[in-house]
Structures are given as C-alpha cells and as structure tokens.
C-alpha cells in the first residue's frame, strides 16, 4: 500500500513539472539580462536609441481570445514605478513583437492592436532612463494570455486602467526582466 501511494505522489509530481515546464514563457533574443543602449530612453537626460525588444511568446493557453504585453519599472522613484509601454488587444495568433515594435510611426505592432498612454505621457515605447547613480533599476516586460478579444479601452487609457483590465481578464502571464543604471 505504501508503495503504490510513493508510486501515486511521484507520478503526480513528475506530471505537474512537466505541465509546469510546457507553461507560458516569454523570451528576448534582444536582453539578456540587462538593457543595451538600444532599449534606452532619447530624452530626460538619456541619449539611448529607444528601441523596444523583440519579444516572443510560446505555449499560450488554447482558451487565449488575446495578448497584452507592459513593461514596468517598479524601481522608478515615484511611489508606484513607472510605465514605460502598454500594447494590447494583440490577436492572440500572434506570437512575438519584432525589434522596434514600440514606434508608432513604424507600424510594425500587430494590426489593431493598441499601443497606450505610458508614464511618459504618451503611447508607444518609452525606454530605460533611470535617475543619474541610482541603483540598477528592474524592467519588468510581462507577456498576458486573455479571456477577452478586446478590452474596450483606447490608446487614452491610463497604464493603471489598463492594468486593471489585464489582471480582470487574465488567463496566464510571463515576464523576463533586465536591468540598466546610469
């Protein structure tokens, strides 16, 4: 009896890694582990080349209606981080967002998706640019598989509005980070 109830819990636990190990991932052949010039911001006193990651997603949920993807400082000095790119209403056969996808004026985002207000005050990428000699700041870029097709916000929608959103309709999320100091 006792072996066939070691034999059960082992089966389960080999079972439950190898559902864990085919879970949502998010992954970057543009960071690897901290941000490159490429990734910074070209203004408030950086000089970076502002250029959002290639960013690529496996093993979505089959229930997925769509895709979000944010990237957040939660070291910004501000008393809730800061935001430094929200896209959404990404249709969920999409499975990456190429170098760059963060300038709106290239139209390389996935069509009708919707790129919002960040904390810069405006839609589309805004890259790393961390205060002068603070400590090395975490950017947090976050991957969301969604319930929902759309989520009926616009480009004006506040990066917390749509956060709410996200957190309300979510069915899986991954995140990478990387790190820049200045």
């Not at 990734?39 to 496996?58: A, E, M, R």
């Not at 961390?130 to 950017?139: I, L, R, S, V």
């Amino acid at each position: 009896m006792k072996k066939l109830i070691l034999l059960a819990v082992f089966s389960f636990a080999v079972t439950s890694n190898l559902a864990y190990s085919k879970g949502f991932t998010l992954q970057s052949t543009d960071i690897q582990g901290q941000l490159s010039n490429e990734q910074v911001f070209n203004s408030f006193g950086c000089s970076g080349k502002n250029i959002s990651p290639k960013l690529t997603w496996k093993n979505t949920p089959k229930e997925t209606k769509s895709i979000a993807l944010t990237m957040y400082d939660p070291d910004a000095p501000t008393g809730s981080g800061w935001w430094h790119w929200v896209i959404f209403d990404i249709p969920a056969n999409i499975k990456s967002l190429d170098t760059n996808a963060g300038n709106l004026s290239n139209s390389i985002a996935p069509k009708n998706s919707i790129q919002s207000a960040t904390s810069y005050g405006k839609a589309g990428f805004g890259g790393a640019c961390p205060p002068q000699g603070d400590k090395p700041h975490q950017y947090i870029f976050t991957v969301y598989a969604l319930k929902v097709s759309k989520l009926g916000l616009d480009e004006n929608a506040s990066p917390a509005l749509v956060g709410y959103y996200l957190n309300a309709n979510m069915l899986a999320k991954s995140s990478v980070v990387a790190y820049y100091q200045r």
